[in-house]
């Protein structure tokens, strides 16, 4: 069976840095293309970054270009974000996961795209 399951959340101040994992199992990694989202509280969940079945053909949303980096090590399984001068406004709950098809399209934000979704894990930034 197919298990996604996200780690490294955290609390962490304003400025600082978190580095989240995603392994998953059950699948062919290296022939999904992966993707990191987030809902915080009231709002609805959206896409964050994507990244192709061989690590390249990525995507940001706007508001973490710059500080957010996306990364997989298809030989772990392991999808990362490295997230850095955090902020207040990226308190939330961060999900994996493994996309339909091997690469990310315009539409990637959209969660149809992404059949296989991890439970999560907490983001709290402080300011």
């Known amino acids: 069976q197919v298990q996604v399951v996200e780690s490294g959340g955290g609390l962490v101040q304003a400025g600082g840095s978190l580095r989240l994992s995603c392994t998953a199992s059950?699948?062919?990694?290296?022939?999904?293309?992966m993707g990191w989202f987030r809902q915080a509280p009231g709002k609805e969940r959206e896409g964050v970054s994507c990244?192709?079945?061989?690590?390249?053909?990525?995507y940001y949303t706007d508001s973490v270009k710059g500080r957010f980096t996306i990364s997989r090590d298809n030989a772990k399984n392991t999808l990362y974000l490295q997230m850095n001068n955090l902020k207040p406004e990226d308190t939330a709950m961060y999900y994996c996961?493994?996309?339909?098809?091997?690469?990310?399209?315009?539409?990637?934000?959209?969660?149809?795209?992404?059949?296989?979704w991890g439970q999560g894990t907490q983001v709290t930034v402080s300011s």
């Open positions: 990244i192709g079945h061989r690590g390249d053909n990525d």
């Open positions: 059950g699948l062919t990694f290296d022939e999904h293309a």
């Open positions: 996961a493994a996309g339909r098809s091997y690469y990310c399209f315009g539409s990637w934000s959209s969660q149809s795209g992404f059949g296989h």
